[in-house]
């Protein structure tokens, strides 16, 4: 269990890996207390009555039991570095998730969508503060290899000018506080529909390290859908309903008729120079000069996907970069921010909802 504590005392990360690249912008710490402040106002101008929803990824399309198994051969930059213990099997927790902070948007509107991992029972002290004998392991992912922001100050004026108080003349603005680039690349990330999140593959887009001490390096994680298949008989976007892409996940693990387990692999990107910059999350580092490397694999078996106990703890459970092993320390001013802006929202939705802080040690439903 989490120990109790204000939602506002989370602290900024208090060191800077200059040896992988980090590199700490003006004002980062200021401009992130800043951004908490105003998600959490927004937040409360949105649920002014009943269940406080998550910020964004707040429609979950699926909450599965998996099990994830560490290949049983690793190379040596990869091999018993944090959980990648060889031959090592944790069970995890997945949540999958449409990325609109909207929990009532359809799953036929276009959208970026969202790729959960909780490990249980990874032993050994976390980075997360409130959380640090939780025996947890978060992965987080989304469908693009890249976010639209890379600067602090710049997402702190998004939030504010797409708040549900901002004039029309704030929200017609917003092309240029992200740029060209960045707005080229939200709407690339909002605009995908997608026929089964089960046969989509998934990108960390941000980097983090990997292993500790003088052999540390940065990486990126990718979990890609073993079988390369597309579902052949679902209903086209337009006509389907707006929960399609639950129900296509509920067809593909239904106890009655699926006839195998759905598998994905677990792979790792190695930054091999210093021009992959761990700062720049608007950037995709190439797969032509640092392939993927599987390392796992992800197996959901057939299972009810509307277990009314598994669905409760997946819309309570928080997911954090940063419930991690400091052999996986998250990296780049993206992660950073996400420490404050993940526990300080998590905090303040435990709290208004009245549901106690932990992480879970065991799968339920």
Same mark, same amino acid.
């Given at each position: ?7 506002r ?6 060191t800077i ?6 590199r700490?912008?003006?004002?980062e710490?200021e401009?992130t207390?800043k951004l ?11 649920y002014q009555?009943?269940e406080?929803?998550? +910020? ?17 051969t690793l190379?040596p930059? /990869?091999a018993n570095?944090?959980v990648?213990?060889p031959g090592?099997t ?8 449409n990325?609109?902070g +909207?929990?009532?948007?359809? +799953?036929k509107?276009?959208?970026?969508r969202?790729?959960? /991992? ?7 002290t ?7 004998d ?6 987080l992912?989304?469908n693009?290899? /890249?976010?639209?922001?890379k600067?602090t ?12 108080d901002?004039?029309?003349l ?14 080229l690349?939200?709407g ?5 529909k997608?026929?089964?999140?089960l046969?989509?593959?998934?990108f960390?887009? =941000?980097p983090?390290?990997?292993g500790?001490?003088? +052999?540390?390096?940065? !990486? ?5 859908p !073993?079988i390369d ?5 679902h209903v086209?976007?337009?006509l389907?309903?707006?929960d399609?892409?639950h129900?296509?996940?509920?067809r593909?693990?239904s106890p009655?008729?699926a006839?195998k387990p759905?598998e994905?692999?677990?792979?790792i990107?190695q930054?091999v120079?210093?021009?992959?910059d761990?700062?720049d ?6 797969q032509n ?6 390392v796992?694999?992800?197996t =959901?078996p057939?299972?009810?996907v ?6 409760k ?8 970069p ?11 001013s ?7 802006v993940?526990?300080? /929202?998590?905090? !303040?939705r ?16």
């Amino acid at each position: 269990m989490s120990t109790n504590s204000s939602a506002r005392d989370v602290p900024f990360p208090p060191t800077i890996d200059e040896h992988l690249g980090e590199r700490l912008q003006d004002h980062e710490a200021e401009f992130t207390t800043k951004l908490a402040d105003s998600i959490e106002h927004s937040l409360h101008l949105r649920y002014q009555s009943g269940e406080f929803r998550r +910020d964004v990824h707040a429609r979950a399309t699926g909450i599965l039991k998996a099990q994830f198994r560490v290949h049983d051969t690793l190379p040596p930059h /990869i091999a018993n570095k944090g959980v990648f213990v060889p031959g090592k099997t944790y069970d995890a927790i997945l949540r999958l998730s449409n990325a609109s902070g +909207d929990a009532h948007k359809s +799953d036929k509107s276009q959208d970026g969508r969202g790729f959960a /991992i909780k490990l249980l029972n990874v032993p050994g002290t976390k980075l997360l503060e409130s959380d640090k004998d939780a025996t947890t392991q978060d992965f987080l992912m989304i469908n693009h290899p /890249i976010v639209f922001s890379k600067d602090t100050k710049s997402y702190l004026d998004l939030i504010k000018k797409s708040a549900p108080d901002a004039t029309t003349l704030q929200k017609i603005t917003i092309p240029f506080t992200l740029g060209l680039k960045g707005t080229l690349v939200a709407g690339q990330l909002s605009s995908g529909k997608i026929g089964n999140p089960l046969q989509v593959q998934y990108f960390s887009a =941000v980097p983090y390290q990997l292993g500790l001490g003088p +052999d540390r390096i940065a !990486v990126k994680y990718s979990a890609k859908p !073993v079988i390369d298949e597309k579902d052949k008989d679902h209903v086209p976007h337009l006509l389907a309903a707006d929960d399609y892409l639950h129900q296509a996940v509920k067809r593909t693990l239904s106890p009655t008729s699926a006839t195998k387990p759905v598998e994905f692999k677990f792979m790792i990107q190695q930054r091999v120079g210093s021009h992959m910059d761990v700062e720049d999350s608007m950037k995709e580092w190439c797969q032509n000069e640092s392939p993927f490397e599987e390392v796992a694999t992800i197996t =959901v078996p057939p299972q009810d996907v509307d277990s009314e106990e598994l669905n409760k703890l997946g819309e309570r459970l928080s997911f954090n970069p940063w419930h991690s092993l400091p052999d996986h320390r998250p990296l780049g001013s993206v992660n950073r921010t996400r420490k404050i802006v993940y526990e300080r /929202i998590s905090r !303040v939705r435990d709290e208004m909802n009245s549901v106690p802080r932990e992480e879970p040690s065991t799968i339920q439903g």
